[in-house]
């Protein structure tokens, strides 16, 4: 069964510090790839997502994503951190053809100081 | 948009009681997602529906926990003889239909077994 390791669980960064938060999924079929974000209080929202194409994908709020698929890895990155960035991030896959469902892991909590 | 509606936003219930939620997905989306999420966990796959039918479910899922979508529009969820262990936040999302498309999450209800 596919799976989703994110090996970061908690980050603490100060502002202006680039980010980079590991994502590592188990399946040898072809993926769809999502982050989400879950700032305090409030709903998980989608940050970026791949599909197929270009392997550097970029989302909101200045992220982007990179897709090795020779690693099976997505990991997140932002240049520099702003306070308001201080949420959990999740990664998730879909392993597509085999199910509809996605697929999470167990998440990244961040924290940023001013 | 007036994004995934879940309803109660918490509930508190006594061991062995029944409880039941409801979730109002995008009206568009003809997907829905039931997941659970406990603290310092990602999301957790229950199971999901395509209009009124339901496609998949967790073997986590025991029997004590249904779901319904009638219509193809709101659904249930419903946890009978509850335990300690269920207390967690139940998430439902909702989605248009098309390989990987992106869910779009509710607040969420906050389960508590006493």
């Known amino acids: 069964a596919q799976s989703v390791s994110q090996h970061n669980h908690h980050v603490i960064l100060s502002e202006a510090a680039s980010l980079e938060l590991g994502c590592n999924y188990s399946y040898g079929g072809t993926v769809n790839l999502f982050w989400y974000v879950q700032y305090p209080g409030q709903h998980l929202q989608l940050l970026l997502k791949?599909?197929?194409?270009?392997?550097l994908v970029k989302g909101i709020k200045g992220f982007e994503a990179e897709f090795i698929k020779s690693k099976f890895s997505f990991n997140l990155r932002k240049p520099s951190v702003q306070w308001s960035d201080t949420a959990e991030y999740f990664c998730a896959v879909i392993a597509t053809g085999n199910t509809d469902k996605l697929i999470f892991g167990t998440g990244t909590r961040l924290q940023v100081f001013p | 948009d007036t994004g995934v509606s879940q309803n109660p936003r918490h509930k508190i219930t006594k061991r062995g009681q029944n409880v039941t939620f409801r979730c109002d997905p995008i009206?568009?989306?003809?997907?829905l997602y039931w997941y659970r999420q406990t603290l310092g966990q990602g999301p957790e796959f229950l199971t999901y529906?395509?209009?009124?039918?339901?496609?998949?479910k967790s073997r986590l899922l025991s029997d004590r926990f249904s779901a319904e979508r009638p219509k193809g529009s709101f659904s249930t969820l419903e946890i009978q003889r509850t335990e300690q262990g269920d207390s967690a936040m139940y998430l439902c999302?909702?989605?248009?239909?098309?390989?990987?498309?992106?869910?779009?999450f509710g607040n969420g209800t906050r389960l508590t077994v006493t």
């Open positions: 999302a909702s989605s248009a239909q098309g390989i990987g498309s992106p869910l779009h």
């Open positions: 009206s568009e989306h003809n997907r």
């Open positions: 791949y599909f197929s194409g270009d392997p």
């Open positions: 529906f395509q209009n009124e039918a339901q496609l998949e």
